[in-house]
């Protein structure tokens, strides 16, 4: 075997390569302008094109750099000029033949014979380019790419760059790859944050004080690595968000209930009831959450992160950032849009709580119920090819929530959603539209239930008791959305697709 060489690795792929529209011309113009594209984005990066090793992978390409190359051009220049000319490129070429790309950076040891390059480390690279948060942050762009790198990367070249900021933490989950990366949206969704913001300190929790204290200085908050050592989440079915909830910062602002059995499994509630009358209330929600993060400033503390969405008439959000790449915990408050409640004092002061318990290990333990719906895997539920019966050909993405207690499977190239998501809710609430049996389920279908442009068929899987005594339904939850149909047209695939997903609980 030749000696091992180290290597700078850069995947490219095209979205929807092989969509049905394309024509074998236009197959022919998106390969010689993605292989142009490149050659130009290296030459005006300041990399002679004969040093790198550039092989085809049938809907994309995959390059070698030697260690001479420096990795920086990788994150300062070559992205950015690669989707400048891809955006040339695509101004000129009839819609089938355009292109959007997602790219992979990593780097290690390669062993080169006569049949190619091998290593663990290109392995991984195409591992980081099939991820699902990639091809989400770039079906949510309106960007020409989309670039993933490995932690190491990120570590060693990008937290060094003046590209860092623009980087947000995930979790690649592929095939036998699990381990965190960063990715980033060049020339679209997340520019550079400001060089100079507020510096928000979190502060003690005092009655119906908030949790926040404006300092008088300001500065730039340095991204940190992913911290060391043990998972804050731990195993995502066994995480408790009641633990991280806690209801008692909210006693300032009225008598407060807390409530297990509401929402999906990756939920818990404290009621706040701030007049005593049981008709007013704020409901303070706390989530456990994985996804594409928002393109909102960061208050980085310890290895955590605060973002502080908007407030909107009746709705706060604050939202940590943990150390665990791609996993957020969501403090939302809700009310009657027309009431003066204090929404984001509600939110800080759980969010504060959270944090500080946080900063000290892992999120406690739950037992499941035996018979749950949390047993289940949304994700395995359905499959693309009943997606594709029920909505048309084309290609899906699969993009699984928390624990697989939710999944969606999407067009990028057209619209066209399915949610199978997992719900609770108290059983003396009756379930709007058409009673339907699907198999030994009762379910119902309901046009516009969960938004203007979709039909939602709502399954009971199981009736229990609940903590407060109280009978709650467990509910399988599949929606269809298309925004160029009429809702109405959308409900016979939403039963179909619920008679599928019967058939497997």
């Known amino acids: 075997m030749k000696e091992p060489v180290h290597r700078t690795i850069f995947v490219v792929d095209v979205q929807c390569y092989g969509a049905e529209k394309r024509t074998t011309p236009d197959l022919l113009a998106v390969k010689t302008g993605l292989y142009r594209a490149l050659k130009v984005a290296f030459r005006e990066s300041g990399v002679r094109w004969r040093k790198l090793r550039c092989e085809g992978t049938g809907d994309g390409f995959f390059l ?42 990593h780097a290690g040891e390669v062993v080169h014979d006569a049949r190619g390059a091998t290593s663990p480390a290109i392995t991984k690279a195409f591992r980081l ?41 995930c979790r690649v989950q592929v095939k036998e790859t699990s381990e965190a990366a960063w990715f980033a949206l060049p020339r679209a969704s997340y520019p550079p944050r400001p060089a100079r913001t507020p510096a928000w300190l979190w502060g003690s929790v005092a009655g119906a004080a908030s949790a926040l204290v404006v300092a008088g200085a300001v500065f730039a908050p340095a991204r940190p690595a992913a911290a060391p050592g043990e998972s804050i989440v731990g195993a995502p079915r066994t995480a408790d968000p009641c633990a991280v909830t806690f209801p008692d910062a909210l ?50 503390d310890g290895g955590f992160g605060v973002q502080r969405p908007s407030a909107e008439p009746g709705h706060c959000t604050r939202i940590l950032l943990l150390p665990d790449a791609g996993t957020q915990v969501v403090v939302g408050a809700d009310g009657d849009p ?3 409640h204090d929404f984001c004092g509600m939110a800080e002061a759980v969010a504060a709580r959270a944090r500080t318990a946080l900063g000290r290990g892992q999120i406690p333990r739950r037992q499941l119920p035996a018979g749950s719906l949390a047993s289940k895997d949304a994700c395995a539920l ?33 619209p066209g959603l399915v949610k199978v998501l997992f719900d609770r809710t108290a059983a003396e609430i009756r379930q ?35 903590t407060k005594h109280q009978q709650t339904d467990e509910l399988a939850v599949v929606d269809v959305d298309k925004s160029d149909a009429r809702p109405e047209d959308l409900c016979a695939p939403a039963r179909s697709l619920a008679a599928a997903v019967a058939t497997r609980l």
């Not at 059995?261 to 990756?266: A, P, T, V, Y």
Request: proline fraction near 6%.
């Open 64 to 105: 070698l750099a030697p260690a001479s190359v420096p990795k920086s051009v990788f994150v300062e220049r070559v992205p950015h000029v690669l989707a400048e000319r891809i955006r040339r490129y695509n101004a000129g070429q009839r819609e089938q033949a355009r292109m959007r790309i997602r790219a992979a950076l």
């Open 129 to 169: 380019l099939d991820a699902a948060e990639l091809k989400a942050a770039l079906a949510g762009s309106e960007g020409e790419l989309a670039l993933i790198t490995s932690d190491w990367f990120y570590a060693e070249v990008v937290r060094h760059s003046t590209e860092a900021e623009t980087y947000r933490p």
């Open 251 to 300: 006693g300032g602002y009225g008598v407060v209930e807390q409530s297990d059995d509401f929402g999906n499994f990756n939920r818990c509630d404290a009621l706040v009831y701030p007049s005593g009358d049981r008709a007013d209330y704020v409901d303070v929600s706390v989530e456990l959450a994985t996804g594409t993060r928002e393109p909102l400033p960061v208050q980085w």
């Open 338 to 340: 027309a009431a003066k």
């Open 382 to 414: 359905l499959d693309t090819a009943a997606t594709t019966e029920a909505l048309g050909a084309g290609p899906v993405e699969r993009i699984p929530g928390f624990a697989n207690w939710a999944c969606d499977w999407s067009y990028p190239d057209r």
């Open 432 to 466: 709007p539209g058409t009673p339907v049996q699907l198999g030994r389920y009762s379910a119902r279908v309901q046009a516009r239930e969960r938004g203007d442009t979709s039909c939602t068929v709502t399954i009971v899987y199981r009736t229990y008791v609940d």
